[in-house]
């Protein structure tokens, strides 16, 4: 089966689009994030409301690639019978660059349209990677926002 993948090709140094993946997570996917994502063996957690995943960096290589594999997942979405589906996929990131700027192929390697949740994923994918292009482009990208507890 196909496992979900996209390109996005940027004005960019290998560099920068290393550190928007390492470091700059919360400024393209999801602001409700704790740990580390810059080194191999690091660590962190991430949300989407009740949304819930722990990836671990098995693979960092500078300005090259970059391999995160889920360790937790919780997919709060009512029709899953599995919840946990993510569980043991890897998200691989490989950074090319050449005279037209550096190329980001984005492979999560385990989701394809076998997964009951593929078609929502494979949506969100596509949006997130949109934020992460934007983000390299403009310096603004959409990522999920945390709700802000409002106290009186």
Same mark, same amino acid.
């Given at each position: 089966?196909?496992?979900?993948?996209?390109?996005?090709?940027?004005?960019?140094?290998?560099?920068?689009? =290393?550190? %928007?993946?390492?470091?700059?997570?919360?400024? !393209?996917?999801?602001?409700?994030?704790?740990?580390?994502?810059?080194?191999?063996?690091? +660590?962190?957690?991430?949300?989407? &409301?009740?949304?819930?995943?722990?990836?671990?960096?098995?693979?960092?290589?500078?300005?090259?690639?970059?391999?995160?594999?889920?360790?937790?997942?919780?997919?709060?979405?009512?029709?899953?019978?599995?919840?946990?589906? !993510?569980? $043991?996929?890897?998200?691989? !990131?490989?950074?090319?660059?050449?005279?037209?700027?550096?190329?980001?192929?984005?492979?999560?390697? $385990?989701?394809?349209?076998?997964?009951?949740? =593929?078609?929502?994923?494979?949506? $969100? !994918?596509? =949006?997130?990677?949109?934020?992460?292009? %934007?983000?390299?482009?403009? $310096?603004? &990208?959409?990522? =999920?926002?945390? +709700?802000?507890?409002?106290?009186?």
């Amino acid at each position: 089966m196909n496992n979900y993948q996209k390109s996005i090709t940027v004005n960019k140094s290998a560099d920068e689009v =290393y550190a %928007a993946i390492t470091r700059h997570i919360a400024d !393209w996917w999801s602001d409700d994030l704790n740990g580390t994502a810059a080194r191999t063996g690091d +660590q962190y957690d991430i949300a989407f &409301g009740k949304t819930k995943k722990t990836f671990s960096i098995i693979e960092a290589v500078p300005n090259n690639r970059v391999v995160w594999r889920c360790d937790k997942a919780h997919i709060d979405m009512a029709a899953l019978t599995n919840k946990a589906e !993510w569980v $043991g996929t890897k998200l691989i !990131w490989t950074i090319s660059v050449d005279n037209q700027g550096a190329t980001l192929i984005f492979l999560h390697e $385990g989701l394809n349209p076998g997964f009951e949740c =593929y078609n929502v994923c494979e949506a $969100g !994918w596509d =949006y997130f990677i949109d934020s992460l292009h %934007a983000f390299l482009t403009t $310096g603004s &990208g959409t990522p =999920y926002r945390k +709700q802000q507890v409002v106290s009186n």
